[in-house]
C-alpha cells in the first residue's frame, strides 16, 4: 500500500507557512475551520482569521472586498457550499472584478461518505468553470495540493481549489513541482489515455498498472489544472493513443470529461468514455463503499479503457 | 454610543463648519446630478431614474462634503470608500464621479452604449472610480465589511461607505452582513439605506414589508441615525455623527421620495427602471432648472 496523506491538512499547514512569509494572507472561514483545518492559520494569526459563522454569501463578497483592498484572502467551506451555496457572489463579488480570492474548498466529490447526499458535492467543478475568471485545481494527492496552493497564493486573481475529505495515497515525492496549466503525465502509453484527476489519479495509476498486465500500455495524465485545461496534451494524447478515458469524482456532465470531450471532438475525434458518478444522487456510505456504487474505482477505469480500445481497433 | 458625550459636540462644529462652506454650493450640485440622471437615461432610453434621484442628496454629501478622495488617483490606497451597492443607480454614481472629475462630463451621454465604460449596472473593472461590481442586489454591505477589515489590519484611516436600496434589504445577505459588521466591530464602516419606500412591484410594505426597520438594525447591534434623506444640513450632521461611534457600525436611515425632484417620477414605481421619453425629459429639465 502507497502512503496516504490528507490534503486538508497540507492547506492548513501551507497556509500557515505562507501567513509567515506574507502578511497580506488573511483567511476566511464560515463555521468550519477545524474541518478545513484553516484553525491551523486561526491559532497563528488570530487577527488575520475571520469566521464568517454559516453563512457562505457574505463570506465570500467580505473575501471580495479584502481582495479589492490588496489583501490575498483564502477562503474556506466545504465544496458542496461552495460554489453551490453563494454561485452569484462567486460570479459578482468575484469572478467578473477578477479579484484576487482563493477558495480552497475541502469534502469535494462523494468521499466525503457518511454524511450522505446533502454533504456529496457532485456538481461544484460544473459551477465553478461555468464562471469566466476562476481558475480550478484538483490536486491529485497532499503533494500537489500544498504545491498549488503556493502557486495560487503567489499568482494573481480568483482560484478554485477543490480538496477531498480522507487521507488518500500519494502520487507524487517531495520534489514535485506542480506547473499550472500543464497536464503531468503519469505514465507513457500508446493504447489509450486516461486523464484524471483528484482521487481519480491514484486509481488511474492502479488501473494502468493492472492493465500493463493484460498488455494494454495506457497513458495516464493528471489534469489537476481543470481550467485552464491543456488542451495541447489533450490533443496530442488523443493523436498518440487514439482512445482517452477521462476519470473524476464529480457528475459525468459539466466537469473534466466534458471538457475533454469537447477539446477531442475539436481538433482530434477519438473514442471517448467517461467514468463519472451517472446523473444521480449518492447516499450515505463509508468512502471506499460509494467510490464501488457509483463506478468509481481502477477496476471502472479498466472496464472503460477496453471499451475504448474495442472501439478504436474496430476502425483498423 | 461610548463616547458620544464630548464626541457630540465636536460633531456639531464640524457640521457647522461643513455647512457654512459648502450647503448652498452642494445645493446646486445636486441640482446637477439630477439633470444628469434625466438626460443621460432619456438619451440611454434605458436605466433607473427613479432610485438614482432618490439618493441625490446622500451621494452629493459623500463626495462633495465627506469622501477623502482623489478623481486624479482612483485607486489611491488611503482614499475613503463609496461603495454603491444598489447597482442599479449607477446614473447617479457617474454623474457624481463626472462632476468631480473622474471622467469628462461629455461621457455621460454614452451610458449603456455598446463599448461605453459606463456601463448599465456598475462595473469596477472599466469605470475610474467605480469601486464595486454591483447590480445583483445584496453584495455590498458584505463587500463593504471586506474593505472595512483590511483598512483596519493595515492600520489605515479610511473610512467605508455603502448606500444600499431599502427594497434590497429584502436580500437575506444584507442581514448576514449587518449581523458580522456588527460582530467585528466595524466602526469605520457605514452604510446609508436610500428609504424611498418602494421597490419595484410597488410600495415595500406591499411587497415585502421591512418595519420595523430601524429597530431590525438596532437588534443587528448597528448605531442607528435616521434623517430626511433630501436635507443636505441633516445629511451632513448624520455623517459627522456616524464618524464618533467607535468599535461599532452605524447605519444612516435616510428617508427619501422615489424619483424626488421631477413631479411626475415621484413615488411612482413605474419609474424605477424606465427611462423617460423625450417629451418628459423636455419636462423633467424644465422642473430642474
Known sequence: ?316 | MPDSGDGLKANVNAAVEARSLSVKEMGAVAKRLRRHIISMTGKAGSGHPGGSLSAVEIVTTLYFGLLRHNPKDPRWSDRDRFILSKGHTAPLLYAALAECGYFPLEKLSTLRQLDSYLQGHTDRTVTPGVEMSAGSLGQGLSFAIGVALAGRLSSQEYRVYVLLGDGECDEGQVWEAAMAAAHFKLGNLVAIVDNNGQQIDGWNRDVMNLDPFNKKWQAFGWHVIEVDGHNLPQLIDAFNQAKLVKRQPAVIIAHTIKGKGVSFMENNPDFHGKAPTAAEVEIAMKELE
Open chain 1, 1 to 316: 500500500m502507497p502512503q496516504e496523506a490528507s490534503l486538508r491538512e497540507a492547506y492548513g499547514k501551507t497556509l500557515v507557512e505562507l501567513g509567515r512569509k506574507n502578511p497580506d494572507i488573511v483567511v476566511l472561514d464560515a463555521d468550519l475551520s477545524r474541518s478545513t483545518m484553516t484553525h491551523l492559520f486561526a491559532r497563528e494569526f488570530p487577527e488575520r482569521f475571520f469566521d464568517c459563522g454559516i453563512a457562505e454569501q457574505n463570506m465570500v463578497s467580505i473575501a471580495a472586498g479584502l481582495a479589492a483592498s490588496g489583501k490575498i484572502p483564502f477562503a474556506s467551506t466545504f465544496a458542496v457550499f461552495v460554489p453551490g451555496r453563494c454561485f452569484d457572489q462567486l460570479r459578482m463579488s468575484i469572478a467578473q472584478p477578477g479579484l484576487n480570492v482563493k477558495l480552497v474548498v475541502t469534502h469535494g466529490g462523494i468521499t466525503v461518505g457518511e454524511d450522505g447526499t446533502s454533504h456529496h458535492s457532485i456538481a461544484d467543478l460544473s459551477l465553478i468553470c461555468s464562471l469566466p475568471g476562476f481558475t480550478v485545481i484538483v490536486p491529485a494527492d497532499a503533494i500537489e495540493a500544498a504545491q498549488a496552493i503556493r502557486v495560487a497564493a503567489a499568482s494573481y486573481g480568483p482560484f478554485y481549489i477543490r480538496l477531498c475529505r480522507p487521507k488518500i495515497p500519494l502520487v507524487y515525492t517531495d520534489d514535485y513541482r506542480f506547473s499550472l496549466g500543464k497536464a503531468i503525465t503519469m505514465r507513457q502509453g500508446r493504447d489509450a489515455t486516461i486523464i484524471a484527476i483528484g482521487v481519480m489519479v491514484a486509481a488511474a495509476l492502479e488501473a494502468a498498472d493492472n492493465l500493463k498486465q493484460e498488455g494494454i500500455d495506457c497513458c495516464v495524465l493528471n489534469m489537476s489544472t481543470l481550467k485552464p485545461i491543456d488542451e495541447a496534451a489533450i490533443i496530442k494524447a488523443a493523436a498518440d493513443t487514439g482512445a482517452i478515458v477521462t476519470a473524476e469524482e464529480h457528475l459525468e456532465h459539466g466537469g473534466l470529461g466534458s471538457m475533454v470531450a469537447q477539446i477531442v471532438a475539436r481538433h482530434q475525434p477519438v473514442p471517448m468514455e467517461f467514468v463519472a458518478i451517472k446523473d444521480t444522487y449518492a447516499k450515505s456510505g463509508k468512502a471506499a463503499e460509494l467510490l464501488q456504487r457509483y463506478g468509481l474505482t481502477a477496476k471502472d477505469i479498466e472496464q472503460a479503457v477496453h471499451k475504448v480500445t474495442r472501439v478504436k481497433n474496430s476502425f483498423t
